[in-house]
């Protein structure tokens, strides 16, 4: 079974957190790392210290907690300001980006390694080339309308 880790950097909308909570809990991702300035949700869910205004933890988990409807409680994740992705290849996983790219692999002619690091960017402009750099591979989910790519 294919060990899945999730890192949401600069996502911009707690509502695509929400959905991606909810679609990692579906695949059964084994974490999520939040990072950048993505929002997230109450941290004392994943037990780390959280020193926003309550008021503003408030109001973030309501929002992702809209489209998770729950997932943000299943799906263990952490925030950290920067994606962790050298601690993750040197334990073995493959880091790969979601991105439209020229050097991307079409998601159908991807062979999906036992332990795969997915890295999602921001909605409008995507993963810095600083951290495509750093990753192992680079995928997409082509489309068959009239649209170039998902959105996160």
Same mark, same amino acid.
């Given at each position: 079974?294919?060990?899945?880790?999730?890192?949401?950097?600069?996502? &911009?909308?707690?509502?695509?957190?929400?959905?991606?909570?909810?679609?990692?809990?579906?695949?059964?991702?084994?974490?999520?790392?939040?990072?950048?300035?993505?929002?997230?949700?109450?941290?004392?869910?994943?037990?780390?210290?959280?020193?926003?205004?309550?008021?503003?933890?408030?109001?973030?988990?309501?929002?992702?907690?809209?489209?998770?409807?729950?997932?943000?409680?299943?799906?263990?994740?952490?925030?950290?300001?920067?994606?962790?992705?050298?601690? %993750?290849?040197?334990?073995? %996983?493959?880091?790969?980006?979601?991105?439209?790219?020229? &050097?991307?692999?079409?998601?159908?002619? %991807?062979?999906?390694?036992?332990?795969?690091?997915?890295?999602?960017?921001?909605?409008?402009?995507?993963?810095?080339?600083?951290?495509?750099?750093?990753?192992?591979?680079?995928?997409?989910?082509?489309?068959?309308?009239?649209?170039?790519?998902?959105?996160?």
């Amino acid at each position: 079974m294919t060990e899945i880790v999730v890192i949401a950097h600069n996502i &911009r909308s707690s509502h695509n957190i929400g959905s991606i909570f909810r679609t990692a809990e579906g695949f059964g991702v084994q974490k999520i790392i939040l990072s950048g300035h993505s929002p997230y949700p109450n941290l004392q869910l994943c037990h780390q210290a959280d020193d926003r205004l309550p008021h503003i933890q408030r109001k973030l988990t309501d929002q992702i907690h809209k489209t998770a409807l729950g997932a943000e409680e299943i799906v263990p994740f952490e925030y950290r300001l920067d994606p962790p992705l050298d601690a %993750y290849k040197s334990d073995g %996983y493959r880091v790969v980006a979601l991105e439209q790219d020229p &050097r991307s692999i079409d998601l159908r002619h %991807y062979t999906v390694p036992s332990k795969i690091v997915l890295l999602l960017g921001e909605e409008v402009n995507g993963i810095s080339p600083q951290l495509l750099e750093q990753c192992d591979d680079i995928i997409e989910i082509s489309m068959k309308g009239q649209k170039e790519s998902f959105n996160v």
